[in-house]
């Protein structure tokens, strides 16, 4: 995949913000998550931001594809060492939201929330 001022990386795109994971196949396969992500690529060089749609696919992946959430991150988060002291559902979804932006955030953003 080669977006127009980006340099391509195997399997990861090169950005300002670091390099984008390429979408799992299971994304693709499902209508919701492909529409999630083709919002999410419209928004992302938009002056207000792609913050919502982040969100959006996110939440979308925690609640449709649970079996598909990444484990907790090991190294260089500062947030799943404090989610995982916390024994809440709520707070279980955010932290399955946080770790689902694995799948179409770099790092560097991923890990904000």
């Known amino acids: ?11 990861e795109v090169e950005g300002e913000v670091g390099e984008r994971p390429v979408p799992p ?11 999630f ?9 938009a002056d207000e931001g792609c913050f919502w749609e982040q969100l ?7 609640q449709a594809h649970p079996a598909d959430v990444p484990a907790q ?9 404090e989610y995982a002291t916390r024994d809440d559902n709520d707070v279980a979804l955010v932290w399955a939201q946080h770790r ?6 770099p790092p560097s ?3 904000l929330l």
């Open 37 to 45: 992500l083709l919002r999410l690529a419209e928004k992302w060089d």
């Open 100 to 105: 689902a932006r694995d799948h179409f955030m």
């Open 56 to 62: 959006q696919t996110a939440r979308h992946i925690a």
């Open 1 to 11: 995949m080669m977006i127009e001022g980006e340099g391509e990386v195997e399997g």
């Open 109 to 111: 953003i991923a890990r």
């Open 73 to 81: 991150h090991l190294e260089d988060c500062e947030l799943c060492p």
């Open 25 to 35: 196949p299971f994304m693709w396969a499902c209508i919701a998550c492909e529409w």
